[in-house]
């Protein structure tokens, strides 16, 4: 069985036991940004990626009713699966989940989809959300001319750069994923050091 094909059994295997789960991953995700956010499974070139987008509360108030996520030029392969929560429904440029029930304002909640990753090392790719509520709608399509100003947007669009080795997942919006890595990497020298001692 060849790479791509072995990746990709793995990544829907991933998705299915993602959908299950959800509910229980977003409670016990860290504390974030009220931004919508995305986690990689790899950001390596060629590789499918199991991509989970948070969505962290409702908009202004008011209950979600359905989240949209446009794909980026260069991803492939598009998998998504309906969950307890959510429905999908295909779009012509990405994938649209529909709440079966609306999802409180206070609630925090994920999506997850696997797509083929480009063969383009350090490219990055952009997914615009739109947020829809029973009152209203949050458009995370915000893009940023570089990761510096990225921080200074109000509705950024999650992205995803892409890399030329196997990496871990990682959360890839702007300050939020600076953290999430500088947390990772502290965390790794203090059991190195306590393994040491």
Same mark, same amino acid.
């Given at each position: 069985?060849? !790479?791509?094909? $072995?990746?990709?059994?793995?990544?829907?295997?991933?998705?299915?036991?993602?959908?299950?789960?959800? #509910?229980?991953?977003?409670?016990?995700?860290?504390?974030?940004?009220a931004?919508?956010?995305?986690?990689?499974?790899? $950001?390596?070139?060629?590789?499918?990626?199991?991509?989970?987008?948070?969505?962290?509360?409702?908009?202004?108030?008011?209950?979600?009713?359905?989240?949209?996520? !446009?794909?980026?030029?260069?991803?492939?392969?598009?998998?998504?699966?309906?969950?307890e929560?959510?429905?999908?429904?295909?779009?012509?440029?990405?994938?649209?989940?529909? &709440?079966?029930?609306?999802? +409180?304002? &206070?609630?925090?909640?994920?999506?997850?989809?696997?797509?083929?990753?480009p063969?383009?090392?350090?490219?990055?790719?952009?997914? +615009?959300?739109?947020?829809?509520?029973?009152?209203?709608?949050?458009?995370?399509?915000?893009?940023? @001319?570089?990761?510096?100003?990225?921080?200074?947007? @109000?509705?950024?669009?999650?992205?995803?750069?892409?890399? #030329?080795? +196997?990496? !871990?997942?990682?959360m890839?919006?702007?300050?939020?994923?600076?953290?999430?890595?500088?947390?990772?990497a502290?965390? &790794?020298?203090?059991?190195?050091? !306590?393994?040491?001692?």
């Open positions: 069985m060849n !790479r791509t094909r $072995t990746a990709r059994r793995a990544a829907l295997a991933s998705l299915a036991t993602g959908a299950v789960t959800s #509910g229980l991953l977003a409670l016990a995700a860290a504390p974030a940004a931004h919508v956010t995305i986690t990689a499974s790899t $950001t390596e070139a060629g590789a499918t990626a199991v991509v989970r987008l948070v969505v962290p509360h409702g908009c202004a108030g008011a209950a979600t009713t359905e989240v949209a996520v !446009r794909m980026p030029d260069g991803v492939s392969e598009l998998v998504a699966a309906s969950t929560q959510w429905s999908v429904e295909r779009t012509a440029g990405g994938v649209t989940y529909l &709440a079966d029930a609306p999802l +409180p304002d &206070a609630t925090r909640d994920e999506v997850a989809f696997t797509v083929r990753l063969d383009d090392v350090g490219a990055e790719l952009v997914f +615009p959300v739109v947020q829809r509520c029973e009152d209203g709608e949050s458009a995370w399509t915000e893009v940023a @001319e570089d990761a510096a100003s990225r921080e200074e947007l @109000e509705m950024p669009a999650p992205v995803i750069v892409v890399t #030329g080795d +196997p990496a !871990r997942p990682v890839t919006y702007g300050a939020v994923g600076a953290l999430a890595a500088g947390t990772l502290a965390g &790794a020298v203090l059991l190195l050091r !306590r393994r040491r001692a």
